[in-house]
């Protein structure tokens, strides 16, 4: 007789195949990564009695909070006190005269001024200063057509505040140079030593008024950047304003203005 074969086993259904993670969580890959708690509405797995993570200040009370936040604001505040200074050196390793005013000021003021005087102004510079004080005073009457034509006991209405207080910082010019010069460098002998000598004796309601016909670029930005700054960081920002006069706007040749603690116009 022949031999029986051998049986087989019975034939099965395949497994079902896996669900995909990703179509169980759509665009979700961070379904993986649960090890901080929730991630896309997945429960991470902690072990019974393991301590959980939390905030370490969560539960602390406001006034320590506030000591804590103080603490990580210091190195912030100190570090922006670094980069001004490192910015100030940097300006005054480049600007010989700057550094000749920044010498003598202490406390924020200019105690001694061992800079470059000044002489008298020539008659050119006379001619350049005059140009600009003529477009001021027309600037000025633009601010009140009518200002000459009022009766003398009228009272003053507020159409006449923006008149009078240009007129008053007009008045407050103790100080007039003309920068000859086509760059930074070139002026800034004469731009700093004006200051010297404006900030020796400091007083409030005195100011500077400086030309600078030969300067090409923004005359603006040059103070901004070379005057402001500067005075702000060596301690003088809260005293002073300043205005610039381009050429673009009308005047003769470009200008500005620096005037020492201003006072307001009087409600009466």
């Known amino acids: 007789s022949s031999p029986t074969p051998p049986l087989s086993p019975p034939s099965l259904p395949p497994p079902p195949p ?15 990564r649960v090890g901080g708690g929730r991630a896309q509405g997945v429960q991470a797995r902690v072990p019974r009695g393991a301590p959980r993570p939390r905030r370490p200040d969560l539960h602390l ?10 603490r990580a604001a210091a190195p912030r ?25 920044y010498d003598g000021v202490d406390g924020g003021a200019l105690k001694q001024y061992s800079g470059d005087k000044l002489g008298d102004a020539s008659i050119e510079d006379q001619t350049t200063l005059s140009a600009v004080v003529d477009f001021l005073h027309t600037e000025l009457m633009k601010k009140s ?19 009078i207080e240009e007129g008053r910082k007009l008045l407050a010019i103790s100080h007039s140079r003309v920068a000859s010069g086509g760059d930074e460098a070139a002026v800034a002998g004469t731009v700093w030593a004006a200051l010297g000598e404006l900030f020796t004796d400091e007083t409030p309601d005195s100011g500077l008024l400086c030309a600078m016909p030969d ?3 923004d005359v603006a930005t040059y103070v901004d950047q070379e005057v402001v700054e500067p005075l702000t960081l060596m301690g ?13 706007d009308g005047a003769p040749h470009p200008a500005w203005r ?11």
């Open 18 to 32: 896996p669900v995909p993670l990703c179509k169980k969580f759509k665009n979700q890959t961070a379904a993986a």
């Open 61 to 70: 009370p406001a006034s320590k909070k506030r000591r804590l936040r103080g």
């Open 77 to 101: 505040r100190r570090a922006a006190a670094v980069l001004r200074a490192r910015s100030l050196d940097g300006f005054l390793d480049s600007t010989p005269a700057a550094k000749a005013f």
């Open 145 to 163: 057509v009518m200002a000459d034509y009022v009766e003398e006991e009228a009272p003053l209405g507020d159409e006449f505040d923006d008149f």
């Open 215 to 217: 300067f090409p670029t």
């Open 236 to 248: 003088f920002g809260d005293r002073i304003e300043v205005a610039s006069y381009r050429t673009s």
């Open 258 to 268: 620096l005037l020492i603690s201003p006072s307001s116009v009087p409600d009466d």
